[in-house]
């Protein structure tokens, strides 16, 4: 489950956590009456990805209603590839309108650019090597040659190599 933290930019009034948009609403009003505005969103708790995600999208508090949909609705390849898409590589994003399908993001969940290479090399990207040449590779050269178009990135303990288009 998700927790934030709603702090109010007014020092006398008092913040409060919340695990939905419901709860938001609701504490709002009854914990400080309708004269506080703005809140600061905080993320408290919950799952790594929906933690970079939060971040990412830099979540308000007039965009968390849709946060919470997404972190209800979104598979974590759809999270992936907002996370990059938006938070690493600078793509623009109305998390209420905007579907993160629509991003051209290549992710791989790998460890190293040279395992990047070593599965390019057997997928065929390079043309088709001849079984007896195949113990010559270079795959770390090919490796720093990927590493000019791709970058890599831990999300929640997970190692994935992406490139942006």
Request: hydrophobic share 40%; proline share 3%.
């Amino acid at each position: 489950m998700t927790t934030l933290f709603a702090q109010p930019y007014d020092f006398t009034a008092n913040g409060f956590y919340f695990h939905n948009l419901d709860e938001y609403i609701t504490k709002s009003f009854n914990l400080n009456g309708p004269l506080i505005e703005e809140y600061e969103i905080q993320f408290i708790d919950g799952e790594g990805i929906d933690c970079k995600l939060f971040e990412a999208l830099n979540i308000t508090q007039c965009n968390i209603g849709a946060y919470f949909d997404a972190i209800e609705n979104w598979d974590e390849n759809l999270k992936l590839k907002a996370i990059i898409a938006v938070g690493e590589c600078g793509y623009p994003f109305d998390l209420s309108n905007d579907n993160p399908d629509a991003f051209d993001v290549d992710i791989y969940q790998l460890n190293s650019m040279r395992e990047l290479a070593e599965q390019f090399v057997d997928e065929g990207l390079y043309g088709s090597i001849p079984q007896s040449l195949q113990f010559y590779i270079d795959y770390d050269a090919i490796a720093r040659d990927l590493s000019m178009d791709y970058a890599q990135i831990t999300i929640d303990g997970t190692r994935y190599i992406y490139r942006c288009a």
